[in-house]
């Protein structure tokens, strides 16, 4: 597929919405200046919306086309579906699944807790998309206040069960009201992979400088685009991430509201992350490291359009390889099993084209992904188990973001002559 864009359903004004709920702008949900799709990678599923084989007719598809504001540079889904299609009851994503993620979790708390939490009388903590409570059992293990709120009803019950008190809801001002009513203003908001799935993230920010104490910290934490573009990751880009940010974009969303980025740390998560830490405007120092991100990211060319173009033969690239790999493997009968069903993954299988022909399924270890189609393309999801029943030749590895882990766990796989295929930055089959 070329870059045109598909045509739109219904459209024409910012925030239009279609019966099925789908949001379509045509200007900046930051800023308001006009945007349009720098490139499409077509119609596309839920990432999350794995299915039951018999429901395959009734499978949703929106276009996948991301855009870049030249005015506040903020990159951005042109079409969004309702967030009630992606988060609710069966949401098949789980935050604990990999070692490395605990890990990451473990030590994020700690540096809260031993950050900005350090000296503080009887502290409050909310996280935003709390999921299963990957990071609020370390705050409950150490008896902090703590409060998360996660509208997907399923990891929500996972994380009441292990004790950690959590509101089933969409974050919005309303809900910030009444957690501050009901329970007092936070010391710390948290944000972990989740700031970048709020469309509306003017109303979000709105309510975290309502529920913030006039010294208090907001953490986010989201892919972060310059590795995005750096890697030609593309697989970053689906129906939840409806931004993807830069230090520089992210500053300008939150400034309106008062809060103001006062340093950043890049995050080695999901292939490149970078952790924002913003403030209420003037209540402590900018660190060194937001103006030298700046300026790498000018160096990048983050800010510019051309890059952008660049990106997406970038992406055209890295899909004719990975067809031409898999189209060969498969005339030369080599058995491919993909490994973790990942969200990304969604967005590789649909915008290059994988098929059941040529991945005998996808191995994965959530449970709820078991038994499963994947989203579009509807490869068959089965137990890790299954991975080794037999080995397959060659391992389309998915969930690249945790190679290492993955790695050192199928040593016997890589040792009996497998090889992993991955796709980022390049195309590479390697045992
Ligand atoms: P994740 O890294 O969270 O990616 P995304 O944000 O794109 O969904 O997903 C990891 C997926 O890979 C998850 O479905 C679990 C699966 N997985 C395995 O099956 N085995 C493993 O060893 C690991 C680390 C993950």
């Given at each position: 597929m070329g870059s045109g864009l598909?045509?739109?359903?219904?459209?024409?004004?910012?925030?239009?919405?279609?019966?099925?709920?789908?949001?379509?702008?045509?200007?900046?949900?930051?800023?308001?200046?006009?945007?349009?799709?720098?490139?499409?990678?077509?119609?596309?599923?839920?990432?999350?919306?794995?299915?039951?084989?018999?429901?395959?007719?009734?499978?949703?598809?929106?276009?996948?086309?991301?855009?870049?504001?030249?005015?506040?540079?903020?990159?951005?889904?042109v079409e969004q579906p309702a967030p009630e299609r992606m988060f609710h009851d069966n949401y098949a994503f789980h935050s604990g699944t990999s070692q490395t993620m605990r890990r990451h979790f473990a030590t994020f708390a700690r540096s809260v807790i031993d950050g900005p939490l350090r000296g503080r009388t009887d502290p409050f903590v909310v996280e935003l998309g709390s999921n299963d409570g990957i990071m609020l059992r370390h705050f409950k293990a150490r008896g902090i206040r703590h409060l998360g709120v996660e509208p997907s009803d399923n990891v929500a019950a996972l994380a009441r069960g292990l004790g950690i008190d959590t509101i089933g809801a969409f974050f919005n001002r309303a809900l910030a009201d009444r957690i501050v009513a009901e329970r007092g203003r936070a010391d710390v908001v948290l944000a972990a992979n989740v700031m970048c799935h709020i469309a509306d993230l003017p109303e979000a920010a709105a309510g975290i400088a309502r529920l913030l104490k006039s010294d208090g910290v907001l953490i986010v934490e989201d892919p972060y685009l310059g590795a995005t573009i750096d890697k030609t990751s593309y697989d970053q880009i689906y129906d939840e991430h409806v931004f993807l940010f830069s230090v520089t974009s992210i500053a300008k969303a939150f400034a309106p509201h008062g809060l103001a980025l006062a340093d950043v740390q890049e995050q080695p998560t999901h292939g490149g992350s970078m952790r924002y830490v913003l403030v209420p405007a003037g209540s402590r120092p900018v660190a060194p490291s937001v103006e030298s991100w700046r300026a790498r990211e000018a160096v990048q060319g983050l800010g510019r359009p051309d890059t952008y173009e660049r990106f997406r033969q970038n992406c055209e690239r890295s899909r004719a390889a990975l067809m031409q790999l898999l189209d060969d493997l498969h005339a030369r009968g080599q058995r491919v099993v993909g490994y973790g069903a990942t969200s990304k993954s969604t967005t590789v299988t649909n915008y290059c084209g994988i098929t059941p022909k040529h991945i005998a399924f996808i191995a994965d270890t959530t449970p709820i992904k078991q038994g499963k189609l994947s989203p579009g393309a509807h490869i068959p999801v089965r137990p890790a188990e299954e991975f080794s029943r037999p080995y397959p030749d060659c391992a389309l590895l998915f969930a690249w973001n945790h190679e290492t882990e993955i790695r050192a766990k199928e040593r016997a796989f890589t040792a009996a002559g497998g090889r992993f295929i991955t796709y980022v930055p390049e195309v590479r089959v390697a045992s």
């Open positions: 598909l045509v739109h359903r219904g459209c024409g004004s910012n925030g239009s919405n279609d019966s099925h709920g789908l949001t379509i702008v045509t200007t900046c949900r930051i800023c308001g200046d006009a945007i349009a799709a720098f490139m499409s990678f077509g119609e596309m599923p839920i990432a999350n919306g794995f299915l039951d084989p018999g429901s395959v007719g009734n499978e949703y598809f929106f276009e996948l086309a991301p855009a870049f504001c030249a005015h506040c540079g903020m990159v951005q889904l």
